[in-house]
């Protein structure tokens, strides 16, 4: 069985799409995966299944909506899919320590994406470049290097022009997920 990390976007923030990892897990586990972890309230939750990526995904995203009653991006990731992009991050530890100095906070984030966007909209996300920031597209993640707050880039606040559902995470919690679902491998 394929280890799966299902990503959420936009759950439990701000008071809105409030969904408990309890109840989470438990609408995986009814759908019929197996061994459902959950981690952390911005939801993530780790699974196996045989499944195929894309109609994994409609059907997760379904039954959220018929569950707990709104509409939620998920993204999902295998535990090599996750690997990789650990294993690929473009940015090297001096770089991720000297912005995580001048950070007010978590500095390195990824943008993970259902599918790989065009070269032209990839083009047009290079204009809200700027010298505090940093980012590098490989394949279906957008790597984010911030040198100053996430919540004032322009670039982070303009992702959604490469028009590909996405959802973000720091690199804490993609690293935790990683061990997790190492973990989910014995």
């Given at each position: 069985m394929t280890i799966y990390i299902a990503l959420l976007r936009g759950i439990n923030v701000g008071g809105k799409n409030i969904i408990k990892m309890v109840d989470?897990?438990?609408?995986?586990?009814?759908?019929?995966?197996?061994?459902?972890k959950t981690y952390i309230q911005s939801g993530n939750v780790l699974f196996k299944s045989n499944e195929d990526e894309e109609l994994l995904r409609k059907k997760i995203e379904h039954e959220i909506e018929v569950t707990f009653g709104f509409s939620v991006i998920v993204i999902l990731r295998t535990a090599a899919e996750l690997e990789q992009i650990i294993e690929n991050c473009p940015f090297s530890e001096d770089a991720i320590l000297e912005a995580e100095l001048s950070s007010e906070g978590e500095s390195l984030y990824i943008s993970l994406l259902t599918h790989t966007p065009s070269q032209e909209k990839i083009e047009y996300l290079g204009?809200?470049?700027s010298e505090k920031e940093e980012y590098q597209i490989k394949g279906r993640e957008v790597f984010l290097l911030f040198r100053h707050s996430i919540r004032k880039s322009k670039l982070a606040n303009n992702l959604h022009k490469l028009d590909v559902p996405a959802t973000m995470r720091n690199w804490k919690t993609i690293n935790k997920l990683a061990m997790l679902a190492k973990a989910m491998e014995s």
């Open positions: 989470l897990k438990q609408m995986f586990e009814a759908m019929g995966f197996c061994e459902v204009s809200y470049k």
